[in-house]
């Protein structure tokens, strides 16, 4: 099986890179055949597409912790949505110390998306995690690991179409709809009373 690394906005990416190799010298069935790095929202799209081209496993690396349009699985949602590509599975990768990671089914590829910390990307790249890529763990290969370190899980939610999912959409609480009424009357009493005393 190809693969293919896309570091997004990664800054461990040196520290990450040592870490998977360990990890892929292990596994004879996974080959790394290239590497990228991103640095925007566009330019991930287009590193992406490029990886999903050409390897049937893509590593993205960093960018959970990004907010809105920068947070990697709302880009990532954009592109599924925008090339239409199907979703299979949408599986999420417990870490214990931070952001959770996704493995994501499209057709006969594979997305992984990982935290930009090293540690948390050893322990979640292992034996458990590669039973739920199909060409992975095939008849031969003996993947190692004895203390199981994390946990894949289906994400929540699995009827909702595509990768929308994924997305972080916050509906406004109730409190935050008072406080914007309050501020808002606030500033027309405030803007009322002015008027008055200028027209008096």
Not at 21 to 50: E, H
Not at 144 to 169: C, I, S, W, Y
Request: glycine share 6%; hydrophobic share 40%; with cysteine.
């Amino acid at each position: 099986m190809d693969c293919s690394l896309v570091y997004y906005t990664a800054y461990k990416t040196g520290y990450i890179q040592r870490s998977l190799t360990k990890k892929f010298r292990t596994m004879s069935k996974i080959t790394v055949k290239s590497g990228y790095a991103a640095v925007s929202p566009d330019d991930l799209q287009m590193k992406f597409r490029r990886a999903l081209n050409e390897s049937e496993l893509v590593i993205v690396v960093g960018g959970l912790s990004s907010y809105g349009e920068n947070n990697v699985m709302t880009v990532l949602s954009d592109y599924f949505t925008n090339t239409r590509l199907k979703v299979d599975s949408n599986k999420r990768v417990l870490n214990e110390n931070g952001e959770d990671g996704y493995l994501i089914k499209t057709g006969k590829k594979y997305v992984l998306v990982l935290p930009d910390d090293p540690e948390a990307a050893r322990n979640m790249f292992g034996a458990e995690l590669l039973k739920n890529i199909d060409t992975a763990n095939s008849p031969g290969e003996e993947i190692v690991e004895p203390v199981r370190t994390h946990t894949v899980v289906f994400a929540p939610d699995p009827n909702d179409n595509g990768m929308e999912r994924l997305q972080n959409k916050r509906k406004a609480s109730l409190l935050t709809i008072i406080g914007i009424t309050i501020a808002a009357l606030v500033v027309l009493s405030a803007a009322a009373w002015i008027f008055f005393q200028l027209k008096f």
